[in-house]
């Protein structure tokens, strides 16, 4: 029986890596094997892994909640209402937006899933997603999952990877229906400045589409630079989905909470599917994030530690022959412009096999992310457990700038 043509076609061309190699390292057996033999990742966008980095705050109200029995049951499909209100706080201070806890906030079991839903009531079939290249693989992807067309629109690197408008109405179309921008961008850590948000939401308005903002890493901007929420433009409430995340920015990817605030008429129907597409988060990771929001001191410690670090990464992986790269404007990552040594996937398994670090290629973030590497430079809970790390890679770089002719 020929089962994949029972299958929605949206659905058939997907791979897990069972039949064929995959080069997402999210994806199949192949980074948890790869860990398993010893290997290290750094290629999963997730602070201090592997490494215990519960705060006291947080374990208290962990250990708390396990011995009241509380977490064996179901919170809300919406949310639990403590951390709906929590997350209103913390959006409140963070954008100036009068949020109401019952109207305006949806907790989703990561962001991940919040991606795919807050575009779920939009897309119809063949309509056009426009998402700015490179960007995160699954914002390429989910438009099609939903039976949309995805539309790259390149960034370039000469640009630092800003907007440039006029990419976007050479591709805009009767079709197209939505924007995805990922900001802070994955995989290059650009926070899109606001004359580049400006001009996108003007362009949004404009063609009377709606925009995502998967703001994943939205908790660490470094060097003071201004982040624009482009829910508060002028008209853009109406028709922006914020989507959230605690993974990055607060450091809890396991709790698997994520959160999307909007306007309550798009509200209203993302409640009301809740059920079917959500189920409900965890309860257990919902009282763990309602501790973590609220420890102040905690966000701050975490705020200074990745600050540091990718200044440390950038002092190492800088100097590697061959590497281009620039300090990262946000968040936990480092994006290497390695096409002077090779191919991604040339150079990140040579990574792997001489200094047996898992790194991501920058293929799958788009075509523009040919050429490049992405290294998650706040894995370890320790510095100079990363700096090792990064000592492994400049080692085996260097070797193979050697074997180029470049040194
Ligand atoms: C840009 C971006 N958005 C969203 C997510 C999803 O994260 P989570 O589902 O853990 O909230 C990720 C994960 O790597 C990401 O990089």
């Known amino acids: 029986m020929d089962i994949k043509s029972k299958m929605n076609t949206k659905f058939r061309d997907l791979q897990g890596g069972l ?4 080069t997402k390292a999210d994806v199949g057996e192949g980074a948890g094997n790869f860990q398993k033999n010893g290997g290290d990742i750094m290629a999963w966008a997730d602070p201090f892994f592997p490494d215990p980095s519960i705060p006291d705050s947080v374990k208290k109200a962990l250990l708390d ?5 509380i977490p064996a049951h179901y919170v809300m499909p919406i949310g639990m209402l403590e951390l709906r209100q929590a997350l209103a706080e913390k959006i409140h201070k963070n954008t100036g937006l009068d949020i109401d806890p019952s109207r305006n906030v949806i907790v989703t079991p990561g962001s991940d899933s919040g991606l795919l839903y807050s575009m779920m009531p939009f897309i119809c079939e063949g309509d056009e997603v426009m998402v700015p290249d ?18 790259p629109v390149p960034l370039y ?6 907007i440039r408008i006029e990419e976007f109405e050479k591709r805009v179309t009767p079709r197209t229906k939505l924007v995805l921008i990922t900001h802070p961008n994955n995989p290059t850590t650009t926070v899109f400045r606001r004359e580049s948000i400006e001009k996108l939401c003007e362009f949004v308005i404009k063609h009377d589409l709606i925009l995502v903002s998967d703001q994943a890493f939205e908790d660490h901007i470094y060097d003071g630079i201004e982040f624009v929420h482009p829910a508060t433009l002028p008209g853009m409430w109406e028709r922006t989905l914020t989507v959230c ?11 698997r909470i994520g959160y999307i605030y909007a306007n309550d008429r798009i509200m209203d129907v993302l409640y009301g599917g809740a059920v079917n597409v959500l189920g409900a988060a965890s309860t257990l990771g919902s009282i763990g994030a309602v501790a973590a929001v609220k420890d102040e001191e905690y966000l701050k410690s975490n705020y200074v530690r990745l600050e540091r670090r990718r200044r440390l990464a950038y002092e190492v992986l800088s100097t590697i022959p061959g590497v281009k790269m620039k300090m990262s404007e946000s968040g936990i990552l480092s994006w290497l412009d390695i096409s ?5 996937e040339e150079v990140s398994e040579y990574i792997m096999k001489h200094a047996n670090i898992m790194v991501n290629q920058g293929t799958p973030y788009g075509e523009q992310g040919a050429g490049h590497l992405r290294i998650v430079t706040a894995c370890f ?9 990064f000592e492994r890679i400049k080692a085996a770089l260097t070797q193979l700038a050697r074997e180029k002719g470049i040194i």
């Open 245 to 255: 995340s605690i993974s990055k920015g607060l450091g809890f990817s396991g709790f």
């Open 157 to 162: 690197e000469e640009d630092n990877y800003q």
């Open 19 to 22: 039949f064929l190699t995959v």
């Open 381 to 389: 809970a320790k510095d100079e457990d990363a700096v090792l790390r």
């Open 65 to 69: 909640a396990v011995e009241s029995g």
């Open 134 to 151: 490179p960007s995160y693989p699954s914002n390429f992807l989910n438009p099609k999952l939903l039976g949309g067309v995805t539309v």
């Open 340 to 344: 002077a040594l090779g191919t991604a």
